[in-house]
């Protein structure tokens, strides 16, 4: 019995940290939400750059117009789509998850809520 009561005043004492942490976690998602998009553009613009960079050197070489040059920047082109699918991909697999740890910590402090009332 001593030992429950101690558990209960103890979650009292923390039921404020939680909240806290509430806020924080929604600004945390916010700014994350924010870096992926930064990084995405980063992405793309470096892999656009890239395909530029081999579109001028098959030019520089006169194979501009050529089957096999064609086909390099449109297979180098197609990798980095999958990349920046593959990284769209992770980058919300990641927030999801972070979201449902989010949820689970909110249904404890809630639980914690009704045990202690």
């Given at each position: 019995?001593k030992?429950?009561?101690?558990?209960?005043?103890?979650?009292?004492?923390?039921?404020?940290?939680?909240?806290?942490?509430?806020?924080?976690?929604?600004?945390?998602?916010?700014?994350?939400?924010?870096?992926?998009?930064?990084?995405?553009?980063?992405?793309?613009?470096?892999?656009?750059?890239?395909?530029?960079?081999?579109?001028?050197?098959?030019?520089?070489?006169?194979?501009?117009?050529?089957?096999t040059?064609?086909?390099?920047?449109?297979?180098?082109?197609?990798?980095?789509?999958?990349?920046?699918?593959?990284e769209?991909?992770?980058?919300?697999?990641k927030?999801?998850t972070?979201?449902?740890?989010?949820?689970?910590?909110?249904?404890?402090?809630?639980?914690?809520?009704?045990?202690?009332?």
């Amino acid at each position: 019995m001593k030992k429950t009561i101690i558990a209960l005043s103890a979650l009292l004492l923390a039921s404020p940290v939680f909240a806290a942490t509430h806020a924080t976690d929604d600004t945390v998602a916010a700014a994350n939400e924010g870096a992926n998009t930064a990084k995405e553009k980063l992405h793309h613009a470096q892999n656009e750059g890239k395909e530029l960079k081999l579109k001028s050197e098959h030019a520089a070489e006169g194979k501009s117009h050529s089957t096999t040059s064609k086909m390099s920047e449109g297979t180098q082109k197609a990798w980095h789509n999958t990349k920046e699918g593959t990284e769209k991909g992770w980058d919300a697999t990641k927030e999801g998850t972070q979201k449902g740890w989010n949820k689970t910590k909110e249904g404890a402090s809630d639980l914690k809520k009704k045990v202690t009332e």
